[in-house]
């Protein structure tokens, strides 16, 4: 079993940046991928990013270029650098993890808001 926290969301402006950050109860180390996924109001969750054990990443089309996943297995926790931030970015952003690489994520957050206004 591995707890999700996640922190960093708020209210910015367009243009402006946040850091989310997702705190794991296991050794992030040890789970082969963990990853960021948002939910829009009315919207389906969609992916945002991930990353896998060995430090390769993946993001969807939406964010790539403005936004940065990265890990720290010393503190457990893996953030999500969003720059360039834009209404549409605005959602309930989740982290997940799973310990296979393919299929659906296991293990989830509580969410975390952000809203970016215009």
């Known amino acids: 079993q591995v707890q999700l926290v996640e922190s960093g969301g708020g209210l910015v402006q367009a243009g402006g940046s946040l850091r989310l950050s997702c705190a794991a109860s296991?050794?992030?180390?040890?789970?082969?991928?963990m990853g960021w996924f948002r939910q829009a109001s009315g919207k389906e969750r969609e992916f945002v990013a991930a990353i896998f054990r060995g430090g390769t990443t993946s993001y969807a089309d939406s964010v790539k270029g403005r936004s940065t996943i990265s890990r720290d297995n010393a503190m457990n926790t893996v953030y999500l650098q969003m720059n360039s931030l834009k209404p549409e970015d605005t959602a309930v952003y989740y982290c997940?993890?799973?310990?296979?690489?393919?299929?659906?994520?296991?293990?989830w957050g509580q969410g975390t808001q952000v809203t970016v206004s215009s």
């Open positions: 997940a993890a799973d310990n296979n690489y393919v299929g659906s994520y296991d293990y």
């Open positions: 296991a050794r992030t180390s040890s789970i082969s991928r």
